[in-house]
């Protein structure tokens, strides 16, 4: 599954809501009702952190100014006030099938 | 829970590439996840090398064609990759995380914590 993410880059003003794109190249619903999409976050120098799974659901000590929505093949990462902590590059994440990661979004302040 | 990589930082070409994960604040032997090998090249993006359970069962991203193996001490609560007859293109920070992983559906909820990486350079 081939995943797709747009901006490559982003730059973001603090207080200022930011949103990222992932597309798939198959439908990540599984029949259980579930997308098995995931969002990280890479900041500079670190591995990556889960920030959202299941396309929707927030990982533990994830602020809530992060949400994750969509459904099918096109999802979406939402921050709803940027925090000059949040630059890095953000991926997603398919766990369908045999995962495989977009090619990553830089986030960085204006 | 904290997973920390070790191993050669350097490898030559045609050899074998060997790191270990050790595991602190969860144990691997509780059977609940499956621990997980990635790497990441400079300028690539993320690749799932493979992944095992406590009781051994694998399995493996068919882009690195067999040459990857991953094993499980469940006595000093580490996992192991091996991945043979590197090239120049297995350079990369190779990552270790747990994965909540159901292989009777073939899907995984997610996969966290990572380890820091470690990076490998295959050079002569």
């Known amino acids: 599954i081939v995943m797709t993410q747009s901006p490559l880059s982003l730059p973001v003003t603090p207080g200022e809501p930011a949103s990222i794109s992932c597309r798939s190249s198959?439908?990540?619903?599984?029949?259980?009702?579930?997308?098995?999409l995931s969002w990280f976050l890479q900041k500079p120098g670190q591995s990556p952190q889960l920030l959202i799974y299941?396309?929707?659901t927030r990982a533990s000590g994830v602020p809530d100014r992060f949400s994750g929505s969509g459904s099918g093949t096109d999802f979406t990462l939402k921050i709803s006030r940027v925090e000059a902590e949040d630059v890095g590059l953000y991926f997603c994440?398919?766990?369908?099938?045999?995962?495989?990661f977009g090619g990553g979004t830089k986030v960085e302040i204006k | 829970v904290q997973l920390q990589e070790s191993g050669p930082g350097l490898v030559k070409p045609s050899q074998t590439l060997s790191l270990t994960c050790t595991v602190s604040?969860?144990?691997?032997?509780?059977?609940?996840?499956?621990w997980t090998w990635l790497r990441q090249a400079a300028g690539k993006g993320l690749e799932f090398i493979g992944r095992?359970?406590?009781?051994?069962?694998?399995n493996y991203n068919p882009s690195l064609k067999s040459r990857a193996t991953i094993s499980v001490d469940k006595s000093t609560n580490q996992f192991s990759l091996e991945l043979t007859s590197v090239t120049a293109a297995d350079t990369a920070v190779y990552y270790c995380?747990?994965?909540?992983?159901?292989?009777?559906?073939?899907?995984?909820?997610?996969?966290?914590?990572w380890g820091q990486g470690t990076l490998v350079t295959v050079s002569s």
């Open positions: 604040g969860d144990s691997i032997n509780s059977g609940t996840y499956y």
């Open positions: 994440m398919q766990s369908l099938q045999t995962p495989t």
């Open positions: 198959q439908s990540l619903l599984h029949r259980n009702g579930y997308n098995y």
């Open positions: 995380a747990r994965d909540d992983y159901y292989d009777s559906s073939g899907y995984s909820k997610w996969i966290d914590p």
């Open positions: 299941l396309a929707s």
């Open positions: 095992i359970s406590a009781g051994g069962s694998f």
